[in-house]
């Protein structure tokens, strides 16, 4: 990756749907050698997906958790029956498998207490291997997004 490259993923980061013309503009190379970096960049899977950010507010899922799940075992066939069931739920915008207190880090969405309610018997109460899960409720989204700092 050049320094071409990295003002192209730059760019990209923060304005996904723009043009090859409006990327060539930002980065000093010509439309068509835009296209083609990126084609090349999509295809090598430096550029993973391309995803629109939506308020959740505005689509009936106004209640962000942060979720810290322990399991009982961390057989491999555990974490991937867990890694599994979070990959498959709807409510689920990020999973983490991390080092630390806690095994997992589940950030999700719910319409409301009630749905999130509904969520931890399904996952969490209703599997025999979690051994517990620590909730704290997003009250204000500061920052979000997915842009990477891409050094020069």
């Known amino acids: ?7 192209l993923l730059e ?6 749907r723009a043009t090859a013309e409006a990327l060539s503009a930002q980065v000093g190379l010509s439309p068509d050698a835009c296209r083609k970096r990126l084609a090349r960049l999509r295809a090598s899977g430096v ?8 308020d959740p507010a505005q689509v009936g899922r106004g209640l ?8 009982q075992n961390e057989r491999k066939r555990d974490l991937d029956h867990f890694k599994s069931a979070m990959r498959a739920a709807p409510e689920v915008m990020q999973c983490y498998y991390v080092t630390g207190n806690s095994d997992f880090v589940v950030i999700l969405s719910a319409r409301d207490m009630a749905d999130y309610e509904a969520f931890t018997y ?16 997003v009250m204000d989204r500061v920052k979000t997004g997915f842009a990477l700092p891409l050094a020069r």
Do not use: W
């Open 11 to 16: 760019a990209l980061q923060h304005n996904a």
């Open 64 to 71: 962000t958790l942060i979720v810290e799940v322990t399991l």
């Open 122 to 137: 399904r996952h969490f109460f209703a599997e025999d291997n979690v051994l517990r899960f620590r909730t704290s409720a």
């Open 1 to 7: 990756m050049d320094d071409f490259d990295a003002r």
């Open 47 to 54: 550029i993973e997906a391309e995803i629109a950010i939506l």
